[in-house]
């Protein structure tokens, strides 16, 4: 090992986050010599309500080497197609967030077009009759996507709903064999070199001292390295996001498991729905603000449909993003580096992205600050856009009249999605950075989903005529009806579901 290499890499904390880091770094550094030891204590819970994902996790689990049947054995996982949104357009009205593409194979962003166009025109469509994977979702059907442009399931995607528990577990088997060594206890003292402030150990409550290199925060919202040793500071965002509470309860699993999330409006936040094999998660994200924890907890248990088999937990949490995620040699991952609420499931892959990030920028002893700047300015970048495309569900609601609902409605926009949304208003352009991790399909499906109409659209569309572009959407909507009736019904339990393949 080079003089310079990190040998010893300690990460503070278990749960998602940290079992994710530590598999994933035991795998990337597998050979090197560099150690890796996770320190985390029973006696501290983790929020473990991470149970529905997006497929970047898919990117994860490849990393990782886990097999897809044997992961979804493992963790009681279920197969996610996109969320249902109820009561966000207006009270009575659901719509449906797809994990694909509209559209046929190939067509891409240009298919929205044709869509605006043929609405301008007096056409009256629903988006979900032009995603593949909506009707599956509705139908209950699955099949895996395929790489092959031909085919119409190249326009599908999917993710899954898992016990976040169940999840961690796994992993810590699964990294532990690759020779992480884990350590139980609480830090009671945080060590740091005299001069640079940088950590060099943690002392817990057995006695144990963990001296390290390179520390990893998976703290939680706690942040016990970076903001409580290390005082970074932290961006509120709760004046565009005020929900800072949830109540969260499971229910007997389903016999028939829809292969979706539902996001249900409430008074003052909204509830959630995910299906697992082994029971459902439910959950109400509120406003202290602009209702009290009693009237939240009676929300979730009318809105769910069977009784509670656990007592409801009460979580809070703040919504925002620290300063700095790396700072001297402290990296904050997961709930330690910031929070979005579960409204879009992008809790973990925050979590993987930061370590992709980590790995990409991986350090040397003693640390680079242009590589920690360059990591802080990333992370910042993927926080703030995936915040705008959550703000933009709150913003864009109709027919809800609570308190909370309107100081969303009303209240100043970022700026970054104030020109979004005039670009799409105005001209049917959805403006992304390369980077960003919502693309046009997912953005397109909440804006019309929630009313907001383009008044223009590509003139590039002029090229066909109207009665052409009618036609062509005619023959992709009766195209994936055919394909979806092709697919094999949704089962779960003997072994894992039916796959078909599709021309």
Known sequence: MNHQDLGKVVILGGGTAGWMTAAALAKALHGTGTTITLLESDAIGTIGVGEATIPTIHWFNQLIGLNEAEFMRETGATYKLGIEFEGWGAPDQRYFHPFGTYGGPGEGPMFLHRMIRAQLGGMAWNPEDYSL???AARAGRFARPTGDPRSLLSTAGYAFHFDAGLYARYLRRR????GVTRIEGKVTEVRQHPETGFIESLKTDRGDEVAGDLFIDCSGLRGLLIEETLKTGFDDWSHWLPCDRAWAAPSAPETAIAPYTRATTEEAGWRWRIPLQHRVGNGHVFSSRFTSDEAARDAL?????GPPIDEPRLIRFAIGRRRKAWQKNVIAIGLSSGFLEPLESTSIHLIQSGIAKLLSLFPRRGGDPFVAEQFDRVFAQEMETIRDFIILHYHKTAGRSGAMWQHCQTMTLPDSLAYKLEHFTRSGRIVLSPEELFREASWFAVLTGQGVHAADYNPLMDAVSAADNA????A?????????ERLPKLAYGAGKPPVARIA
């Open 175 to 178: 990294a532990e064999a690759g």
């Open 133 to 135: 994977t909506s009707q």
């Open 476 to 484: 992709v909507r009766a195209a994936i009806r055919s394909a979806c």
């Open 471 to 474: 036609r062509h959407l005619e």
């Open 301 to 305: 248990l009318a809105g769910m449909d």
